[in-house]
């Protein structure tokens, strides 16, 4: 056993782990902080199939924004356990089938020289000098340019429905605007009174 | 220098590329805790002469031992778990807080070559790592059980998360320009350009075309390693200390030295971005790691200098200036930088 295959190993036995504690662990703030392992873990199997790109990005957007949101959400909610396993058993068939569909794809795609699904050749090794990052950059903006172009513009739609959805006017509250409060000058709020002295 | 070393290569045998890693990253660490520990010194000096005070100057010769005093106090300190604190996390915290401060400094470049690893996507990878800070504010806040650090937390990671944007930005204008992740790549393309052929290395620097990416940046950074102007994160007038009020010992020291230690890595990669990192301000004198050296004191001075001039920023001040302020300004000028490389004006071919 080399190495590489000696660290994919230990990556993916974390990484198990990591992911059961997230389903088994009692404290959502514990499940949270070990989803944010298992999305590093993940990271670094990434890396290890010369995806630097990709592996990097996964922990800059999983793990460096959206787990920090997901963690703030999960501290200040009061999660009551009992009431949230209330519904186990009425999710358990549905989870059960998706779980067994994900088990039969995987079987398919680990199994796929048994299934004669190998005609796929292997990718060539990479050259010196190639770096993932320019080549994805380079598909993203020449091939695939439209696609991206409107994933984003379904993005930037989903963010403006997600703030116009959250903004509220309330009526009387006292929030001030700090615009305003910087362009304040000296002579909006002081007057100086240039008083002469008086005599007794 | 190989065959020197070729006696001990051979006693290590296939375990060396492993031990000769762990020696470089000995190489690397053991300078940095010594000077974040003088710059906590310096603070306290610097600050001190801007307030017409002396500042620490009682233990060794000009208060030189201080530093070694502080660190050896801490650690013979008790560090006190809450009974309430979820005691796990409350360890992790500190620790979450100073290591990713630390494994930043992998793909430093301090010299032509000086660097432990020296991968394509550097940048990219100091943008993940650095993401990573804000964790050991959070889970320290959160396990303490207390008010005050959770109030802290959460602000640390509303400001943490808003000023990585603008910063992240900033960093796209510099890696457009130098069409490379590589951070050394970034320093040998400053290099280049009219100014550098007729002998003013400092004026191809990138501050000068990217001038008001170098501000945001630099503010950001500040905002980033929650230091004076930005440290509502501790605002000790209003939460006392934030995340670390529960701490002692040498727990609170690691949040201390994760900051400091931030300080450094701000600094160092702002000089490595836009202030041409090892490379000297004039051809006439020779490249080199004091170059660096320089240019991360000149800025850590101005770190000083903002904490002792500016009072501290209200909260909504902050988000204000980070959402509505330099988002728009980096976004701006990430076009104005690519229209501008794409027309005939252009200075980067």
Redo the contacts between chains.
């Keep these: 056993m080399d190495f590489k295959t000696f660290v994919f190993y230990m990556f993916a036995t974390i990484m198990i782990l990591a992911s059961l504690r997230v389903i088994t662990a009692r404290n959502p703030v514990h499940a949270a902080l070990f989803l944010v392992l298992a999305f590093f873990t993940a990271g670094g199997i990434w890396m290890l199939l010369e995806a630097e790109f990709l592996a990097i990005t996964l922990v800059m957007v999983y793990v460096g924004a959206v787990m920090v949101l997901f963690l703030f959400v999960v501290m200040m909610l009061d999660i009551n356990l009992d009431r949230i396993r209330e519904g186990f058993w009425s999710y358990l068939p549905l989870g059960a089938a998706i779980g067994l569909l994900m088990v039969a794809e995987m079987v398919i795609v680990l199994g796929g020289s048994y299934f004669g699904l190998d005609s796929m050749p292997e990718p060539p090794a990479a050259a010196a000098g190639y770096s993932n990052t320019r080549e994805l950059g380079r598909l993203l903006y020449t091939e695939y340019v439209y696609p991206f172009e409107l994933a984003s513009l379904v993005l930037l739609v989903a963010m403006v429905a997600a703030v116009a959805l959250t903004l509220r006017h309330r009526k009387g509250t006292k929030s001030v605007n700090p615009s305003q409060q910087i362009a304040v000058k000296r002579n909006d709020r002081v007057r100086m009174v240039s008083m002469p002295t008086e005599k007794e | 220098m190989d065959g020197l070393l070729q006696p001990v290569v051979d006693l290590f045998g296939p375990t060396w590329p492993l031990v000769w890693t762990l020696v470089k990253i000995v190489a690397i660490i053991a300078p940095l805790m010594i000077c974040i520990a003088y710059l906590t010194l310096a603070e306290r000096k610097v600050i001190g002469y801007m307030q017409v005070r002396i500042g620490p100057n009682r233990v060794g010769p000009l208060g030189l031992l201080q530093p070694i005093a502080d660190g050896v106090k801490l650690l013979l300190k008790e560090v006190i778990v809450p009974s309430g604190a ?1 005691k796990g ?1 409350f360890i992790i915290g500190p620790i979450l807080a100073f290591a990713p401060v630390l494994a930043a400094w992998a793909v430093v470049p301090f010299s032509d070559g000086m660097v432990l690893a020296n ?3 550097g940048l ?2 100091l ?3 650095t ?2 800070e ?2 050991g504010v ?2 320290s806040g ?1 396990a303490s059980n207390s008010k005050y650090p ?1 109030v802290g ?2 602000r640390a ?2 400001q943490m ?1 808003s000023y ?1 944007i603008s910063m992240g930005f900033a960093l796209v204008c510099v890696l457009m320009i130098s069409a490379s ?1 590589n951070l050394s790549d970034i320093v040998m393309q400053q290099g280049q350009g009219r100014f550098a052929d007729m002998g003013l290395g400092f004026l191809s620097w990138n501050w000068l075309p990217l001038f008001p990416m170098f501000i945001v940046f630099m503010v950001s950074g500040i905002a980033e390693t929650n230091r004076a102007p930005f440290d509502v994160v501790e605002g000790e007038s209003e939460i006392v200390a934030g995340h670390m009020v529960e701490y002692s010992g040498m727990a609170f020291a690691l949040f201390f030295l994760g900051e400091y230690a931030a300080m450094w890595l701000v600094s160092a990669l702002t000089s490595i971005l836009f202030l041409g990192g090892w490379l000297s301000p004039v051809s006439f004198l020779p490249d080199g790691f004091h170059w660096l050296f320089i240019k991360v004191a000149a800025i850590l001075f101005l770190f000083l200098w903002a904490r002792a001039t500016f009072p501290r920023f ?1 909260y ?2 902050i988000m ?1 200036l980070g959402w ?1 302020v330099f988002i728009p300004i980096t976004l701006t000028w990430v076009i104005v930088v690519a229209v501008w490389m794409l027309s005939p004006l252009s200075i980067w071919k």
């Design positions: 979820s996390l991968v394509d996507a990219l990878f943008l993940a790592i993401s990573l804000v964790y959070i889970v959160w959770f937390a959460m990671a509303a998360v990585e992740l209200r909504d001040h204000r509505k």
